[in-house]
C-alpha cells in the first residue's frame, strides 16, 4: 500500500459515541414532551360569543349548524352561553352572518311581516302573516323566561255566530320546560294573561296551557288563590321574593345557600285590587304596618340551607387560630361549639335582613347544614397539626400537585420549561464528555524501502524569502 492510500485510509469519518447517542435521546425526549404538553394544555382565552344572551336549545342547534358549515369546532356550550376563543371572535361572527343564524331579536318578526306586505297583499293575506308574526314574537317572549327550553303560540279566531256578530278569538300555548324546572300553576296564570293581553278581544279564559313535559292542561278561569287574581296574595309573594333576595346577597360569601322565605297572611299589605297594582315595585318594596296586633296571623318563617363543606372551613379556621395562639389541644367539643357559633352568627346576619313583623316570637329562623356534592376535602386528626391545604388540588398532565412546595411546578408552562432545560443542558455535558477521547501517538508508519527522510535543521529557503 503507498503512502497516499496509508494517509487515506487514517482519515476516517467520525464515529458517535454512546454517550452522545444518549444526549440526542434526551433532546428527543424534550421536544416530544414539550409538543405532547402543549397539546394537551387548555391555555386559551375564551369570551362569550354574545354577551348577556341566554340561548334556548332550538337557537343554540341552529348555531351549531351555522358552526359547523364554517368548519369552527373550538368553542363549547354551557347554561345557554356559548364560548368561544378571543382570537377567533369575528369568525364566529361572521359564520352566524352568514348562515342567518343569529338570535331572534323582539319585534323582528312584525318588522319582517310589514316589509312583506305590498300594495297589492290582499288584506285576509296581510291578516294571515300579521298573526303568524305575533305567534312568533309571543314565542320568543316566553322561550326568554327563565326555566322554559321550548315554546309555541297559536291563536285563531272565527265569525261568532247570531245576530251579534262579531269574532270569537282563541289561543292555546305548548311549553316545554328545562328537566330540573317544573310550570308551577302561578306561572301559568302569568302566560295566560301575558297572551290574552298581547291579543286584542281575547279573553283569559279563552288561552289554554299545555305542559308538554307532564301533559297537563290548563284552561278555564283564573284560579284566585294562585296569586295573579288576588292582589293581597300577589303582594305577599312579591315581598317574599324581595325578602329572600335580600337574605341570599347577605349570604353572598357562601357558595351554594339555599334561602326559602314564608310571611303569614297579615305580613303583607293589602294592595289595590286594580290590574297595573299586582307587580307593582310598592307593593313588593312595602312593610308590615307596626300597629298590626299580636296573634294576628303575621309571621316570618326562614329556612337557611348551608353546605356542609362551609361550615368544614370554619372549623379549620377555628382551630387554625387557636393553634396560632398556643392552644393545642383540640377536642370534638371544640368542633361542635365552632359550627354552633357559626351557626348563631349567620342567625342573627339573617333576622337583621327581616322586615319587622307585630310579634317578634313569631319569627322563626332556621339554619341548617345539608351534604353538597362538591369535593370535600379529608377531615383532620385531632392529633394532626393543622396546615393550609387547597381544596381543588391542581392536576399535572403526568400527575397531581398536593404540597406547597411544587405549587410554583403545578403551572404546565413552568414545568415545561424547567424539564426542558434541564434536559438540554445534560445533554450537553454529554455532548461534550463524548468529544473528550484519549489522545494517543501513533505509531510511525513504515516507510517504502529505499525511501530515506532528512530532517532539516534550518526551515526552507522560501519559507525564510517570505518571512
Not at 109 to 130: E, F, I, Y
Not at 422 to 427: C, E, H, I, Q, S
Amino acid at each position: 500500500m503507498d503512502l497516499d492510500s496509508r494517509l487515506t485510509a487514517s482519515v476516517r469519518p467520525p464515529r458517535v459515541a454512546p454517550v452522545q447517542a444518549m444526549a440526542l435521546g434526551l433532546v428527543v425526549l424534550a421536544c416530544a414532551a414539550a409538543a405532547w404538553t402543549l397539546r394537551v394544555r387548555p391555555a386559551r382565552e375564551e369570551t362569550e360569543l354574545l354577551p348577556g344572551s341566554v340561548l334556548p336549545q332550538s337557537e343554540l342547534a341552529i348555531m351549531e349548524a351555522a358552526f359547523d358549515r364554517a368548519q369552527l369546532t373550538d368553542h363549547r356550550s354551557e347554561g345557554g352561553r356559548v364560548y368561544v376563543p378571543r382570537a377567533r371572535h369575528s369568525a364566529y361572527m361572521r359564520a352566524l352572518v352568514d348562515a342567518e343564524a343569529l338570535p331572534r331579536e323582539f319585534g323582528a318578526s312584525l318588522r319582517r311581516a310589514l316589509a312583506a306586505n305590498g300594495p297589492w297583499t290582499s288584506a285576509a293575506l296581510r291578516a294571515d302573516s300579521l298573526r303568524v308574526a305575533v305567534q312568533d314574537e309571543l314565542s320568543l317572549v316566553l322561550c326568554s323566561m327563565p326555566g322554559i327550553e321550548r315554546a309555541a303560540v297559536l291563536y285563531d279566531d272565527a265569525p261568532r255566530a247570531g245576530l251579534a256578530g262579531g269574532v270569537e278569538r282563541t289561543a292555546s300555548v305548548s311549553i316545554r320546560t328545562q328537566p330540573d324546572t317544573d310550570l308551577d300553576p302561578a306561572r301559568v296564570q302569568a302566560i295566560r294573561v301575558l297572551v290574552a293581553a298581547a291579543i286584542a278581544g281575547l279573553s283569559v279564559e279563552r288561552v289554554a296551557v299545555t305542559d308538554l313535559r307532564s301533559g297537563r292542561v290548563y284552561a278555564g278561569p283564573l284560579d284566585p288563590s294562585e296569586g295573579v287574581a288576588d292582589p293581597a296574595r300577589a303582594a305577599r309573594l312579591g315581598l317574599e321574593r324581595a325578602t329572600a333576595a335580600k337574605v341570599r346577597q347577605a349570604l353572598g360569601f357562601i357558595r351554594g345557600v339555599v334561602v326559602d322565605v314564608t310571611l303569614g297572611a297579615a305580613a303583607a299589605p293589602v294592595a289595590a285590587a286594580s290590574a297595573a297594582g299586582i307587580n307593582s315595585p310598592a307593593a313588593v318594596g312595602a312593610t308590615v304596618p307596626a300597629t298590626a296586633e299580636a296573634g294576628s296571623g303575621d309571621s316570618v318563617h326562614v329556612l337557611v340551607a348551608v353546605p356542609d363543606t362551609y361550615l368544614e372551613s370554619v372549623v379549620t379556621a377555628t382551630r387554625g387560630r387557636r393553634q396560632r395562639r398556643g392552644e393545642a389541644t383540640w377536642t370534638e367539643e371544640d368542633r361542635e361549639r365552632a359550627e354552633r357559633e357559626e351557626i348563631d352568627r349567620l342567625t342573627h346576619l339573617v333576622a337583621a335582613m327581616l322586615p319587622e313583623v307585630a310579634d317578634a316570637t313569631r319569627t322563626k329562623i332556621a339554619v341548617t347544614p345539608f351534604t353538597s356534592g362538591l369535593a370535600t376535602s379529608r377531615p383532620v386528626a385531632a392529633d394532626e397539626p393543622a396546615v393550609a391545604r387547597s381544596d381543588s388540588p391542581v392536576s399535572w398532565p403526568w400527575g397531581r400537585a398536593g404540597s406547597e412546595s411544587t405549587a410554583a411546578l403545578a403551572n404546565p408552562t413552568v414545568a415545561l420549561t424547567v424539564f426542558s432545560l434541564a434536559a438540554l443542558a445534560l445533554a450537553a455535558v454529554l455532548w461534550r464528555a463524548g468529544n473528550r477521547r484519549p489522545v494517543v501517538d501513533p505509531a510511525p508508519a513504515a516507510l517504502p524501502e529505499g525511501v530515506a527522510v532528512k530532517l532539516s535543521p534550518e526551515p526552507p529557503a522560501r519559507w525564510r524569502e517570505a518571512a
